[in-house]
C-alpha cells in the first residue's frame, strides 16, 4: 500500500459486519472464490464482487500474493534502522522507490525509520547499504539487522 493511503491524516473508515467478513474470509484465504465467499457471509456473489471492488477501491483492503524469497533465490533480508537528519518524510520516499525496499516506516525511538529489504546475497545488501541508501542526502547512519530464519509472518489479523 502506498504511503499516501496510509496517511495518518486519514479519517478511519467504518466496516459493517459483513464487509469486515468477506475481509476475514480473504485473509484466511485469498484465492477463496467470490461465491464460496458470498456462502459463508450470506451474500451472492455479485455482492461480493461489489464489496470488494469498493474496499479495494478505497484503500481499505489488497489482495495480493505473498512469496517466499528464499524459494525465488532471494537469500538475504534485514531489517534496517536509519537514522536521518532532516526530512524523514523526504528521506523515505527516497528510500521507498529502492526495488529491494518492501517496507518502510517512519518510527519514533532510537532510529527514524525502518526499512525491510529482500536482496539476492550478501554481497547485494552490502551495495544496496554503501550505494544505494547511505548516498541518499540526510542518511546519517544505519544499523542493519539481518535475518536468520523467518519465524512467523501472518496477515490475517482480522478487522478487530
Keep these: 500500500m ?3 493511503s496510509r496517511s495518518s491524516a486519514t479519517k478511519p473508515v467504518h466496516l459493517d459486519d459483513v464487509s469486515k467478513a468477506i475481509i476475514e474470509q480473504l ?10 465467499v458470498g456462502k459463508a457471509v450470506g451474500l451472492s456473489e455479485a455482492a461480493v464482487r461489489q464489496r470488494v471492488q469498493k474496499l479495494t477501491d478505497s484503500g481499505v483492503m489488497q489482495v495480493v500474493a505473498v512469496t517466499d524469497p528464499m524459494q525465488l533465490g532471494f537469500f538475504r533480508q534485514a531489517m534496517i534502522g536509519i537514522q536521518i537528519s532532516g526530512d524523514t518524510t523526504a528521506v523515505a520516499e527516497q528510500i521507498g522507490k529502492l526495488p529491494a525496499v518492501d ?3 517512519l518510527t519514533a525511538g532510537s532510529f527514524d525509520l525502518l526499512v525491510e529489504v529482500v536482496c539476492e546475497n550478501d554481497n547485494d545488501l552490502i551495495d544496496l547499504l554503501n550505494r544505494d541508501i547511505r548516498g541518499i542526502p540526510g ?3 544505519t544499523e542493519t539487522f539481518v535475518y536468520l530464519r523467518l519465524h512467523k509472518q501472518f496477515y490475517n489479523w482480522g478487522t478487530r
Design 2 to 4: 502506498s504511503t499516501s
Design 27 to 36: 485473509q484466511n484465504d485469498g484465492r477463496r472464490s467470490y461465491a464460496e
Design 103 to 105: 517496507y518502510v516506516v
Design 139 to 141: 542518511v546519517r547512519s
